[in-house]
C-alpha cells in the first residue's frame, strides 16, 4: 500500500516504475537518491528549535 500512496502523491517525486510482466521494477539508484533527498528536509530541520518552546522562554 505505501508504494501506491507514494506513487499517488506527486509532490513526494518518488520515482516511477518501469512494468515488465505487469510487474514494477525500480531502478535502485534512484530509489536511493529518492531516499537521500526524502532525508535531507529532516535533517535541516531537526538543527532547528521547536518554535513552540522558543515562544515559552
Known sequence: MTLWRWLQRPDLSFPKPAYIARRRYWREAEILAWLDEQA?????????????LRSMR
Do not use: G
Open 40 to 52: 535531507k528536509p529532516q535533517e535541516e530541520a531537526s538543527s532547528e528549535p521547536i518554535p513552540f
